[in-house]
């Protein structure tokens, strides 16, 4: 929800687009409630520690239109809160829709075109009017809905007549959850998503719930930095992500938030303390050749300095590995990494860090050659 707050304020500072009161509360309860229909998928899916398999995805895609359908349900009583303070229509298509793309790819629905029905969409409606689940639904040969619940019977949709015969007899729930799986099976048809006529404040929460989960770590992989989030808004402009709000969006994505690690292109690394947009403030917690002198030392830097920016000790020694190109066989290998680690995760107090300089001091944390580096970052600056 804050990253879609916060892109509407720098749309708004940027003169893109402005947004009443009511915008603004709408995009705020669409962005809060827009996952709402992963209640409704298995828990075993949602809570799955590795990658969903194929079956388990296509399962999971059916989030959208079943948040749709709870957000019907549950309109009359946000309704009751809410008053005029929301437009329900539209937080209705944020949660349908925050999985479609402005390329027409994605999944969720068209909120301009609703492929559900109307006799599925009335029979719905009827049913979720009643106020338990629990009875009979009894469908005719004339094609009658008739439910049947403490000894009552009631024609909820259609006209039954007296020689009506019964064809179906189920009990609600089953009924209900048919009628849900239909609505399902017929928004997941293609063409739908293809007619697309999106209030725009669907692509704000499509585009910050896209950036959340990027940078989320997950058990089978860490989140991904600022940086390289940066890159795929650019790459994946007006496919993914809604042209007009680009601009905007990256200006509220700092390049290397607090607590990032930063490898300078002097071999020091630092821990961001202060984010500016592009750099900050640091301070110096090693030296990837020993040198000591420059540790616990603040210091304001800028993007062009950074040679590596990562979230994870463990990233920077990947990253390393990648880019400082060490030479055949050679393996780069950061000592100290624990007590690194344990001084990021720690709050940074001059306690903390003496006792971790300690640590550090007696090795080079960096075990590639020097030569590696440094000409991997004169390889790097003639690219640039
Ligand atoms: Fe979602």
């Given at each position: 929800m804050v990253t879609s707050l916060l892109l509407a304020k720098k749309l708004e500072e940027d003169g893109v687009r402005s947004f009443t009161a009511k915008e603004k509360m709408t995009l705020a309860l669409g962005a809060l409630l827009?996952?709402?229909?992963?209640?409704?998928?298995d828990k075993n899916i949602t809570n799955k520690p590795g990658k969903l398999t194929d079956e388990e995805f296509a399962e999971m895609k059916k989030h959208p239109i079943h948040g749709k359908v709870l957000i019907r349900r549950l309109r009359p009583a946000l309704e009751t809160v809410f008053g005029d303070a929301v437009d329900m229509n539209i937080v209705e298509q944020i949660v349908g829709s925050h999985h479609l793309r402005p390329d027409g790819k994605g999944y969720g629905i068209d909120p301009g075109v609703d492929p559900i029905p109307k006799k599925i969409n009335e029979i719905h409606k009827a049913l979720s009017k009643e106020s338990s689940v629990e009875g009979n639904i009894k469908v005719t040969n004339s094609g009658a809905i008739i439910y049947e619940h403490d000894g009552k019977s009631k024609t909820i949709y259609g006209t039954s007549k007296k020689d009506d015969e019964v064809v179906t007899e189920t009990s609600m729930k089953t009924f209900m959850a048919g009628i849900e799986n239909e609505m399902s099976r017929l928004c997941e048809k293609k063409q739908f998503v293809d007619k697309l006529d999106i209030h725009d404040l669907v692509w704000i929460v499509g585009m910050a719930d896209a950036f959340d989960a990027m940078i989320s770590d997950r058990s089978y992989r860490l989140g991904m930095h600022p940086t390289k989030v940066l890159k795929i808004i650019e790459e994946e402009k007006g496919k993914q992500f809604y042209a007009p709000f680009v601009d905007s969006f990256k200006k509220i994505?700092?390049?290397?938030?607090?607590?990032s690690i930063v490898l300078f292109r002097d071999g020091n690394v630092g821990i961001v303390t202060e984010a500016e947009k592009s750099g900050g403030k640091c301070e110096i917690v090693a030296s990837l050749f020993g040198d000591?002198?420059?540790?616990?030392e603040e210091r304001k830097f800028t993007a062009e300095e950074v040679f590596i920016g990562t979230r994870r000790v463990n990233e920077l020694e990947n990253a390393l590995q990648e880019k400082a190109k060490p030479l055949e066989g050679e393996k780069i290998v950061l000592a100290a990494k624990d007590e690194l680690e344990n001084f990021i995760s720690a709050s940074i107090n001059s306690e903390t860090l003496e006792e971790i300089l300690f640590k550090i001091?007696?090795?080079?944390?960096?075990?590639?050659s020097r030569e590696a580096f440094t000409k991997s970052m004169r390889e790097e600056e003639i690219e640039r």
């Open positions: 827009h996952d709402i229909g992963k209640a409704t998928i994505i700092v390049d290397y938030p607090i607590g000591i002198d420059v540790v616990g001091r007696p090795d080079p944390v960096f075990e590639g």
